[in-house]
C-alpha cells in the first residue's frame, strides 16, 4: 500500500508541477505579448520634410492671433463671472474673438497643407470651427442676458483647445496652447 501511495503522490506532484510550468510559461508570455513596447524619453522625432516646414511657417501666424483670442475669450468670461469686468466689456471681447476666428478659418481653407498633414490641417480647421462656435453661444448672453450660456460655450472651447493642443504638438512639438 505504501508504494502504491508513493507512485500516486508522485503522479500528482508532477501533474502539479506541469500546471504550475503551463500557468509560468502561459503568463510570461501573455504578459510580454500585451505589454506596449516602451518609447526611449526624449526619442527623437522625424524632422518635417520642406514642404510639412512650410506648411507649418505659413500657418504660425494664424495659430498666434487664435491662440491669443482664445485666451482673452476665455478670461474674459472668467472676468465677467467673478464681475470684474462688465458685460459691455465681455461684448467686445468675444466680439473681437469671433471675428478673429472668422478670418482664421478664411485663411486656413486657402493653405493647401502637404498630403501628409490632411489630418493636422483638418483638426485645426475644426478646432477654429469650434471656437467660433463656443465665441457664438457666448454671444447669446448679449441677446437673453442668460450667463448659462458661459458654461455651454465652454466644452466647446475645451475640445477646441485640445484638438489645437495635438495639431500643433505635430507641427511645433513644444509649443504651449493655453485654455
Do not use: C
Not at 503568463?27 to 505589454?35: D, F, K, Q, Y
Not at 513596447?37 to 506648411?55: D, H, I, M, S, W
Amino acid at each position: 500500500m505504501t508504494r502504491r501511495r508513493a507512485v500516486l503522490g508522485g503522479v500528482v506532484v508532477l501533474g502539479l508541477g506541469g500546471v504550475l510550468a503551463f500557468a509560468i510559461v502561459h503568463e510570461a508570455t501573455v504578459s510580454r505579448a500585451a505589454a506596449p513596447r516602451p518609447v526611449p524619453p526624449g526619442a527623437p522625432r522625424p524632422a518635417l520634410t520642406a514642404a510639412e516646414e512650410a506648411y507649418a511657417a505659413a500657418l504660425w501666424p494664424i495659430h498666434s492671433e487664435v491662440k491669443v483670442s482664445a485666451l482673452r475669450m476665455t478670461f474674459g468670461g472668467l472676468s465677467y463671472k467673478m464681475k470684474e469686468i462688465d458685460r459691455a466689456t465681455l461684448r467686445a471681447r468675444v466680439e473681437a474673438a469671433r471675428q478673429t476666428y472668422h478670418k482664421a478659418a478664411l485663411r486656413i481653407r486657402a493653405l493647401q497643407p502637404p498630403p501628409s498633414l490632411e489630418k493636422v490641417h483638418a483638426e485645426y480647421a475644426e478646432a477654429v470651427h469650434l471656437y467660433e462656435q463656443s465665441a457664438a453661444e457666448m454671444g447669446k448672453v448679449f441677446k437673453d442676458g442668460r450667463d448659462d450660456h458661459l458654461l455651454a460655450a465652454y466644452p466647446l472651447s475645451r475640445e477646441a483647445g485640445e484638438k489645437m493642443l495635438r495639431a500643433g504638438d505635430v507641427l511645433w512639438p513644444g509649443e504651449y496652447v493655453p485654455n
